[in-house]
């Protein structure tokens, strides 16, 4: 199987730009997917594809790559942006299964 | 509109076989391409993806716990069920129920259900 390595913790200062990363093999080959969690709630999908944001999705979330690396930006981070993240691949051993990483929980001061 | 929601029960004892069903509506898996996942969460809060069913009848685990899980469909009734059998208090976690796309270049989870937490204790 392969891995996702995330940071565990950002912070950044309220309307500022932050940039939360993710590491793995699989993100050489494939993009990966971001999403955002609120205590008790599910996982929503916020970035998803080459940088395609779903319906209802704030323009200053916006997802790049290179090599082995995926970014999710946040520019402009608002105090609701405060929440965990997660990045999703594929597992590169078996296309079909899916990975996730471990998670980077965003403070907004 | 998509929605997934997880039924089963909220305490299952060690050794026990838990049953899980997700029940969707807004897509059918008998479409060409659709899939669904569950994945679950740890109270220390890491998301595991476990397994996959295709609109084609393909099924795919997780390589650490395929001995152990099964996951089927009813077409007519838009459900996905997943038994996990021999539970542990280790597999305390909220399970979720996902609409999946595996793409080309990209494999992502588009709605979610609400989660069901499941506790293993005796």
């Known amino acids: 199987s392969s891995e996702l390595t995330q940071d565990p913790a950002v912070s950044v200062a309220l309307g500022q730009t932050v940039r939360i990363t993710c590491q793995g093999d699989?993100?050489?080959?494939?993009?990966a997917s971001w999403y955002q969690q609120k205590p008790g709630q599910a996982p929503l999908l916020v970035i998803y594809?080459?940088?395609n944001r779903p319906s209802g999705i704030p323009a200053r979330f916006s997802g790049s790559s290179s090599g082995n690396t995926a970014s999710l930006t946040i520019t402009g981070a608002q105090a609701e942006d405060e929440s965990d993240y997660y990045c999703?691949?594929?597992?590169?051993?078996?296309?079909?299964?899916?990975?996730f990483g471990g998670g980077t929980k965003l403070t907004v001061l | 509109q998509v929605t997934l929601r997880e039924s089963g029960p909220a305490l299952v004892k060690p050794t026990q076989t838990l049953t899980l069903t997700c029940t969707f509506s807004?897509?059918?898996?008998?479409?060409?391409?659709?899939?669904v996942s569950w994945i679950r969460q740890s109270p220390e809060k890491a998301l595991e993806w476990l397994a996959r069913?295709?609109?084609?009848?393909?099924?795919y685990y997780s390589t650490s716990l395929e001995t152990s899980l099964t996951i089927s469909k009813d077409t007519s009734k838009n459900q996905v069920v997943l038994t996990m059998t021999n539970m542990d208090p280790v597999d305390t976690a909220t399970y979720y129920c996902?609409?999946?796309?595996?793409?080309?270049?990209?494999?992502?989870?588009?709605?979610w259900g609400r989660g069901i937490l499941v506790t293993v204790s005796s």
């Open positions: 996902a609409r999946t796309w595996d793409l080309p270049l990209s494999y992502y989870f588009d709605y």
């Open positions: 807004g897509f059918s898996l008998s479409t060409s391409g659709m899939c």
């Open positions: 069913i295709d609109w084609n009848d393909d099924k």
């Open positions: 699989s993100l050489r080959r494939n993009y």
């Open positions: 594809g080459k940088n």
């Open positions: 999703n691949s594929r597992d590169i051993s078996s296309s079909h299964r899916g990975i």
